[in-house]
């Protein structure tokens, strides 16, 4: 059986080592409450019990001080918490309470980041974006789609390229552009289409 081998309580919080070993940081009144003491032998299910209880306050306020920063994704958030070396288990207990207390919502935060980066780029790579931030395919589409409704990609484009090049009219200048939009998120029609503009007779 497993035996808690030491037990360092610093602020509020215990760290504690099994069978030599750091194990977890917990709250240290749940590591009392728990009998989490040097010498104590536990189950793998009760040292599991344990974690779970005694990560969640301080996973919970690491969750909160994040979210203070900006808005985040679900995924965003698992992906520090298990970062920060939380259990799993921990990560979805407190990802469940913050969608219940309203700070996650993966549509919302998607349509602002959707928004957002319409000002700059085309649909891939907001969509591209949105996944990178651990929002789902299908909430991702969903944005992009809502976003860029009603726009001309190509027009989107050309503003783009405009603002940048001044159509000095050369092969060179055309496969900036190209290059250009193409990591800006627009698709391979549109950026050849635009990019066929700067090439030849300089423009007016």
Request: glycine share 12%; net charge neutral.
């Amino acid at each position: 059986m497993p035996e808690i081998t030491g037990v360092k309580e610093r602020r509020g919080r215990s760290r504690i080592s099994v069978d030599g070993e750091f194990w977890a940081e917990l709250d240290a009144s749940v590591a009392v409450e728990r009998g989490l003491r040097e010498g104590a032998a536990l189950s793998r299910e009760e040292l599991g019990e344990a974690r779970v209880a005694g990560e969640r306050p301080l996973a919970m306020g690491r969750a909160l001080n994040l979210l203070g920063y900006r808005a985040r994704s679900e995924g965003e958030v698992r992906e520090r918490l298990g970062r920060y070396g939380y259990a799993p288990e921990t990560a979805e207990i407190v990802v469940s309470r913050l969608l219940e207390l309203g700070y996650l919502d993966d549509e919302e935060f998607a349509r602002q980041k959707a928004r957002e980066k319409a000002r700059r780029y085309g649909p891939r790579r907001v969509s591209a974006d949105l996944l990178r931030s651990g929002v789902g395919r299908e909430v991702a589409a969903g944005a992009v789609e809502e976003e860029f409704a009603g726009r001309s990609e190509i027009e989107d484009a050309r503003s783009a390229a405009a603002r940048r090049y001044n159509g000095e009219g050369s092969e060179a200048e055309a496969r900036r552009v190209y290059g250009f939009l193409a990591r800006r998120g627009y698709s391979a029609e549109v950026c050849a289409e635009v990019a066929g503009g700067y090439r030849g007779p300089a423009r007016s």
